[in-house]
């Protein structure tokens, strides 16, 4: 599948509804929902080969042995976990922080060069919801001060507003991203706001469908 | 479930409620009969948050009609002291009302709610006062009747328009 076109699908002067601005954020879990298909070998190949799956028809079976196998492009597909952020959330925007130095000439014309953008998003409040996957996997992380296993991410920014059912919707995939939980608390109900902070190691792609189960299609040829 | 029968079918849980004749919206007021009647939710007050979905509240108002009687609930013995006569009807029936109430909000502990379908998640009920109002009597009928009124809030998130799920 692949987006040709990167119009908008509004009408003219239609604005675009909130809700088809959509973050998913993906976590690496044994229990998880949805299995993806791995592009590249990852880091942990080698000594973790046995959390990998093989896929023989819609059966999913863990890697086993003593040894890790030989390693092959799309043939080995992680368990992950997925959630959609923002239940409950009445504003959030994805921030990109630019880092911008700027310089004027001698005739007074005025430089801007943008060194970096360290993209962020807050999610506030981000509410203890029962059936919330996300906030219990970062709760527990909270508990044990485990803060070097938040930072194994994988953040989705989903534009519901470019694409069509035939050849998805345009979506940025950010690897390795981190997620920080800001606060514990609230007045009545327990509030827990969280930031995504994006990784800008970036794929470019589609999904194919509005669901948690989407798959994701990386564009040939992007760059990331 | 269509909001209003899903309140019905809810209310017939209540036992200050199940075994008097319930009407919606009119009524032919007697004693003991009780009646929901709507009120308009306003679209302002709804909270949309950015999946899609929506805070909306739901409110309605249950009227208790019960005959009065005008019986004194003292009677002075003498200048210094005076005792409640009982039982007294005008003091029975609006505990009878506040069973309502109590009810209500012994739901809200239990977390028992109206069914308003899959697409809609309830937070809350409340009754929005901790005793019925009294709203008038009626003088013109027989027995005399004193409309009671307490007004019950729902507030809960529609989820019917969220595209990703």
New interface residues.
């Given amino acids: 599948m692949a987006l040709t076109d990167t119009k908008f699908n509004l009408a003219t002067h239609q604005r675009a509804?909130?809700?088809?601005?959509?973050t998913?954020v993906e976590w690496q879990s044994s229990e998880g929902r949805f299995y993806v298909l791995q592009e590249s070998e990852p880091a942990d190949w080698s000594s973790k080969f046995t959390s990998y799956y093989t896929k023989d028809g819609d059966t999913y079976t863990a890697v086993t042995g003593s040894t890790a196998p030989t390693w092959a492009a799309s043939t080995y597909y992680t368990r992950v976990e997925r959630e959609?952020l923002?239940?409950?959330?009445?504003?959030?925007s994805i921030e990109y922080n630019p880092d911008i130095e700027t310089s004027t000439d001698i005739l007074g014309i005025n430089y801007a060069d943008v060194n970096k953008t360290q993209p962020s998003q807050e999610f506030s409040p981000h509410l203890i919801l029962g059936g919330s996957r996300l906030s219990e996997y970062l709760n527990d992380k909270r508990r044990r001060n485990a803060i070097s296993e938040i930072s194994n991410f994988t953040a989705y920014i989903?534009t519901?507003f470019i694409g069509d059912t035939t050849n998805g919707y345009a979506t940025e995939r950010h690897s390795d991203c981190t997620i920080t939980y800001d606060s514990l608390g609230g007045e009545s109900n327990v509030d827990f706001p969280i930031t995504v902070h994006y990784s800008n190691d970036i794929t470019v792609g589609t999904i194919d469908e509005?669901?948690?189960g989407f798959t994701f299609t990386p564009e040939t040829g992007n760059v990331g | 479930m269509d909001k209003n029968e899903a309140i019905i079918t809810y209310l017939l849980q209540c036992p200050a409620i199940q075994n008097s004749p319930l009407y919606f919206n009119f009524i032919n007021a007697k004693d003991d009969n009780k009646q929901i009647v709507t009120q308009a939710n306003d679209k302002i007050i709804d909270k949309p948050f950015i999946d899609g979905s929506i805070q909306k509240r739901f409110t309605f108002t249950i009227m208790d009609y019960k005959s009065i009687a005008y019986t004194a609930v003292v009677k002075e013995l003498n200048n210094m002291s005076a005792t409640l006569v009982y039982p007294n009807e005008n003091l029975e029936d609006i505990i009878d009302v506040q069973g309502i109430i109590d009810w209500i909000s012994e739901q809200e502990v239990l977390r028992n709610y109206p069914d308003f379908g899959e697409d809609c998640v309830i937070d809350d009920i409340k009754a929005l006062s901790d005793n019925p109002s009294l709203n008038s009597v009626d003088t013109s009928t027989n027995p005399p009747l004193a409309k009671y009124s307490i007004s019950i809030q729902i507030n809960y998130v529609d989820y019917s328009q969220v595209l990703f799920n």
């Fill in positions: 509804e909130r809700k088809k601005l959509a998913v959609l923002g239940r409950r959330t009445e504003d959030s989903i519901l509005f669901k948690e």
